[in-house]
């Protein structure tokens, strides 16, 4: 027997004397609420389920929340470890079978809920998901749409092993628990969208300073740090003779390769300045022997490591362009360490994360040489002084608007 919830949507709450008696509820509002991840939400909804003799075999939830490469982020707690897996599906799973043919597809779209029996013999089911639970022991599955406040659509399914799957009084209340387990789910999806966008916008160490407070105007902070900068070649020749479409799509290569690199290696983006780029590798240290300082022959070395991958991405990127008859892609990357102030400027009504400091503007001076010196990458005195068995020295050089003339160096 196939039984269709299609009539049961959650914006058609139900009145609030109805919640009376629900434990599901009960337990959401007592103490549901204090969970401070979605996981622990998700598997604290699975234990009171079993506690009330609900036959949960397997609860999946699915949010849909805004990300620059995910569609959103399912959790999948399953009775037989009582772990929840987390799992961000991207983009490219909305054009798959896995998806076009699962309950999900239709729920996004406004059909509503379903309901499946897997143990009536000789029952044909529809999505292929079904088999599987089936084949794993699941009875009885239930996938349920679940608004939050917005009108946004997600998803929320159980899958039962009970013979006979589970009763009408069981599904009317998990019914009745969903559109509150949805705003208990929409808080943590909303917190979860803000550090994703702050993430994407400012960085990672940024976002975590704005979530943490640090968001009025002059907040800041002297830190030590591997500064990285980099720069595209000959960006206004190529902008004036390339389409429009065609110099983005060059420009993205590059930072592609720079900022892919940079955060693969567990730096800090901090910002783009046209076709150059601002990173750094916090040291959290600072010592007058730094050769001899762990945290920073790290960050060194992943600087470092970040600089000859970027140079890898360009170099793979540039051989696809010659193929295609495209201009090769020209750059240089200057690496130095020092103390630097990471703060807050701009104007309280927009502001942003930065390191201002004689340091930022020497790693500045210092990329630029890479065009007079014909090499890629340098690094100052002071970087190469940490790593210097994968350095050599270029000799002194004066650099533009710095008082004193510098020992440059460059990849071995």
Not at 84 to 110: C, M, N, Q, T
Not at 239 to 257: H, V
């Amino acid at each position: 027997m196939i039984t269709s919830l299609d009539t049961l949507r959650p914006s058609e709450d139900p009145p609030v004397s109805s919640y009376n008696g629900n434990p599901l509820i009960d337990w959401m509002i007592d103490s549901g609420w204090q969970n401070p991840e979605p996981r622990e939400l998700v598997a604290g909804l699975a234990a009171t389920m079993l506690k009330f003799d609900i036959p949960i075999w397997r609860i999946r939830v699915t949010i849909r929340t805004l990300h620059p490469q995910f569609i959103g982020t399912s959790y999948t707690w399953q009775r037989k470890d009582g772990q929840v897996e987390e799992f961000s599906p991207r983009y490219e799973i909305l054009e798959s079978d896995a998806y076009l043919k699962s309950p999900y597809a239709s729920i996004f779209e406004g059909a509503g809920g379903t309901r499946r029996r897997l143990d009536v013999p000789g029952l044909a089911l529809d999505f292929p998901i079904l088999e599987d639970l089936k084949a794993e022991g699941a009875t009885d599955y239930v996938a349920m749409p679940m608004l939050f406040s917005d009108g946004k659509i997600n998803a929320i399914t159980f899958a039962g092993d009970r013979p006979g799957g589970f009763t009408t009084a069981e599904l009317e209340m998990i019914y009745e628990a969903v559109p509150v387990f949805g705003r208990l789910m929409e808080v943590h999806a909303l917190r979860l969208t803000a550090r994703t966008i702050l993430d994407t916008y400012l960085g990672r160490h940024s976002g975590k300073r704005v979530l943490n407070g640090g968001i009025k105007h002059g907040d800041g902070e002297d830190i030590h740090a591997v500064i990285w900068f980099c720069d595209l070649r000959g960006s206004t020749r190529l902008a004036d003779r390339l389409p429009r479409s065609t110099f983005l799509s060059l420009l993205n290569d590059f930072f592609d390769a720079m900022a892919g690199a940079v955060l693969d290696s567990g730096g800090e983006v901090l910002r783009y300045i046209g076709d150059a780029a601002l990173a750094i590798f916090p040291v959290g240290a600072t010592t007058p022997t730094p050769e001899r300082c762990a945290l920073h022959v790290d960050a060194c070395n992943r600087a470092m490591n970040a600089a000859q991958d970027a140079m890898g991405r360009l170099a793979d990127a540039n051989a696809r362009r010659a193929e295609a008859g495209d201009p090769p892609i020209g750059y240089g990357i200057g690496l130095h360490l020092g103390d630097v102030m990471y703060d807050n400027i701009g104007v309280p009504e927009r502001l942003e994360f930065s390191v201002i400091g004689a340091a930022a503007n020497e790693a500045a001076r210092i990329e630029s040489m890479t065009k007079a010196l014909h090499k890629p990458v340098l690094m100052s005195s002071d970087f190469a002084r940490v790593v210097p068995n994968r350095l050599v020295s270029l000799g002194v050089h004066v650099l533009r608007g710095v008082s004193e003339p510098q020992e440059i160096f460059t990849l071995a």
